[in-house]
DNA sequence: GGTATGATTGACT
DNA sequence: GTCAATCATACCA
């Protein structure tokens, strides 16, 4: 498991140290190559307009999950940093599928393997996360969390999909890796982002 | 009460 | 490249 406050400090930290690591649900999932990071006082984060019944999860300890909907359509899964009260996460947007590929090719029968947990919605839906799971603690079933294996590249470049705050270099990636929900420019790679 | 806007994806021109 | 699905939230009346 990560240590216990791996998830205790800055959320722009936690996005970059959560590339590598390796995530399961229910057993499900794979090692960990796309994040992005949301802070309170970031206007395109959704704690930036304060608490509400959707964020409540934010606003809770560091350590947990936040999930929400997106679209109306997907969900998507945040681990929730900092301390309590601070409104930061981290958005998973892809991981590399590692460990129950029989289960996600079930889930998502139109995907082939390197799109399977390419993207915030697709992941969730591979990996079955749902609105259930919003507030659960990450250090107990059904979530597992694994130390990254061994260091790698990692890139930096602005977040996808967002219409505020669009050149903080928040969203993090494990470089050259085929699971991307997107590639990342080459003017942000080997950039290293503020802490 | 109404209406606009998404931390997205998949289908289509 | 364009566009619809689909709904919680925010904002306005």
Same mark, same amino acid.
């Given at each position: 498991?990560?240590?216990?406050?791996?998830?205790?400090?800055? =959320?722009?930290?936690?996005?970059?140290?959560?590339?590598?690591?390796?995530?399961? =649900?229910?057993?499900?999932?794979?090692?960990?190559?796309?994040?992005?990071?949301?802070?309170?006082?970031?206007?395109?984060?959704?704690?930036?307009?304060?608490?509400?019944?959707?964020?409540?999860?934010?606003?809770?300890?560091?350590?947990?999950?936040?999930?929400?909907?997106?679209?109306?359509?997907?969900? &998507?899964?945040?681990?929730? &940093?900092? #301390?309590?009260?601070?409104?930061?996460?981290?958005?998973?947007?892809?991981? +590399?599928? +590692? #460990?129950?590929?029989?289960?996600?090719?079930?889930?998502?029968?139109?995907?082939?393997?390197?799109?399977? &947990?390419?993207?915030?919605?697709?992941?969730?839906?591979?990996?079955? =996360?749902?609105?259930?799971?919003?507030?659960?603690?990450?250090?107990?079933?059904?979530?597992?969390?694994?130390?990254?294996?061994?260091?790698?590249?990692? =890139?930096?470049?602005?977040?996808?999909?967002?219409?505020?705050?669009?050149?903080?270099?928040?969203?993090?990636?494990?470089?050259?890796?085929?699971?991307?929900?997107?590639?990342?420019?080459? #003017?942000?790679?080997?950039?290293?982002?503020? #802490?």
């Amino acid at each position: 498991m990560l240590e216990p406050d791996f998830f205790a400090r800055d =959320v722009v930290s936690v996005a970059r140290a959560l590339i590598g690591v390796r995530l399961a =649900v229910a057993g499900v999932g794979g090692t960990i190559v796309e994040t992005e990071a949301y802070h309170h006082e970031d206007p395109a984060s959704h704690s930036f307009n304060g608490r509400t019944q959707r964020n409540a999860a934010m606003f809770g300890p560091p350590g947990r999950a936040y999930v929400y909907r997106s679209y109306g359509i997907h969900w &998507c899964l945040n681990f929730v &940093c900092e #301390a309590e009260g601070s409104g930061s996460a981290v958005l998973l947007r892809a991981i +590399e599928p +590692e #460990a129950g590929l029989e289960e996600m090719r079930d889930r998502r029968w139109r995907a082939d393997t390197r799109l399977r &947990c390419a993207g915030p919605g697709r992941l969730t839906q591979s990996l079955g =996360v749902t609105g259930s799971m919003d507030g659960l603690a990450l250090d107990a079933a059904p979530f597992a969390l694994l130390p990254a294996a061994g260091p790698g590249e990692i =890139v930096a470049g602005p977040r996808i999909g967002i219409s505020r705050a669009i050149d903080l270099p928040w969203r993090f990636g494990l470089a050259g890796s085929r699971f991307l929900s997107r590639p990342f420019g080459r #003017a942000q790679r080997g950039q290293v982002a503020p #802490a």
